[in-house]
């Protein structure tokens, strides 16, 4: 079975501050890690992933991620928020052997910044 | 960009009723996918879909779900009898590969929300 924790329910930075939003999973085997963002009455986008490689990863509008198979993290990152950061913020894991693809998802941390 | 649509973005219904959640995925994605999110909670896993049949399903995808390719542009989900703890959002997504070792990213739409009174 495979599980995605999001610690924080919320997370408020102030504008031009540094922001993590955390994330930890558990899969058997190697995982596939996603990060989404969810505005207000909008669908999940895409903001980064990790498949193989260097443990961090770049993605949209400035956020990174890094991938720390020890501590099995993979905590959001930015550093320097914006207001329009302002969102709901999802963690997704599947496994290498999941062959349908199944995302399973953090229960959501949101992000509140403010100016 | 291409992206994946879904129609209504609001279905309300009785509890009872059946309905059908549109989808069009993206044009040269093969596998396709249904999420629902209840209210305050997480995003819930569903189904897979892909060459015309169900790849994998959670618990939550009992028989009053189906799921179905009627031509080459739709996908749709449907709900045989609603019940009112089915009230949720409903997103499609999709992906070009699939299978265990696809790095595919899956591409959601904005979700259709379901309310059944």
């Known amino acids: 079975a495979q599980s995605v924790a999001q610690p924080e329910d919320q997370v408020n930075v102030a504008e031009g501050n540094p922001l993590t939003v955390k994330c930890t999973y558990s899969v058997s085997g190697n995982p596939y890690l996603f990060w989404y963002v969810q505005y207000p009455n909008r669908g999940l986008q895409f903001l980064l992933k990790?498949?193989?490689?260097?443990?961090l990863v770049k993605g949209s509008y400035g956020f990174e991620a890094e991938f720390n198979k020890s501590q099995t993290s993979f905590h959001l990152k930015k550093p320097s928020a914006l207001v329009s950061d302002s969102a709901l913020y999802f963690c997704a894991v599947r496994g290498h052997n999941n062959a349908g693809n199944m995302l399973t998802f953090g229960g959501g941390t949101r992000l509140m910044v403010k100016p | 960009e291409p992206e994946v649509t879904q129609t209504p973005s609001h279905q309300v219904t009785q509890m009872g009723q059946e309905v059908i959640l549109r989808c069009v995925p993206i044009?040269?994605?093969?596998?396709f996918y249904w999420y629902r999110q209840i209210l305050g909670q997480k995003v819930e896993f569903l189904v897979s879909f892909y060459n015309n049949e169900i790849s994998e399903k959670s618990e939550i995808f009992d028989d009053q779900f189906s799921v179905e390719r009627p031509d080459g542009s739709n996908f749709t989900l449907k709900i045989r009898s609603t019940k009112l703890e089915d009230s949720a959002m409903y997103f499609c997504a999709s992906t070009r590969s699939g299978g265990g070792l696809s790095t595919d990213t899956q591409y959601f739409g904005p979700g259709t929300r379901l309310t059944v009174l």
């Open positions: 990790y498949i193989t490689g260097d443990n």
């Open positions: 044009s040269n994605h093969l596998y």
